[in-house]
């Protein structure tokens, strides 16, 4: 027998709530969706870990990662703008005919 189809996470947190509500267990819903009850209390297990996480984290892990998607963004705006000016000057040494700039110590 081949594994049971796969689960979206929106569908996996609709289950964990309906068996926390005590709407239905992890038995009775193991057994209706042909699975082990041991991959619903991992489910189970998984959602409080992550929601204790989120809660210790509290409200600076937001701010935190809002910063630093913002440091991120302006990196890529700062490297976007040097591989511009890179490949301007490539383009201006090409029509010259040269590849690459000759250096200071190679001129004769």
Not at 27 to 36: F, I, K, P, Y
Not at 82 to 92: D, I, K, S, T
Request: net charge positive.
């Amino acid at each position: 027998m081949g594994r049971k189809p796969f689960r979206t996470p929106d569908e996996k947190v609709a289950i964990v709530i309906s068996v926390l509500k005590g709407e239905t267990t992890q038995t009775d819903v193991a057994r209706r969706l042909g699975m082990s009850q041991t991959t619903i209390a991992k489910w189970q297990k998984q959602f409080l870990e992550g929601g204790r996480e989120g809660l210790a984290r509290g409200d600076n892990a937001t701010s935190e990662a809002t910063r630093r998607e913002e440091e991120l963004a302006d990196r890529v705006e700062e490297l976007t703008g040097a591989l511009g000016e890179a490949y301007a000057e490539l383009r201006v040494w090409r029509r010259k005919g040269a590849l690459y700039p000759r250096s200071q110590s190679s001129s004769r």
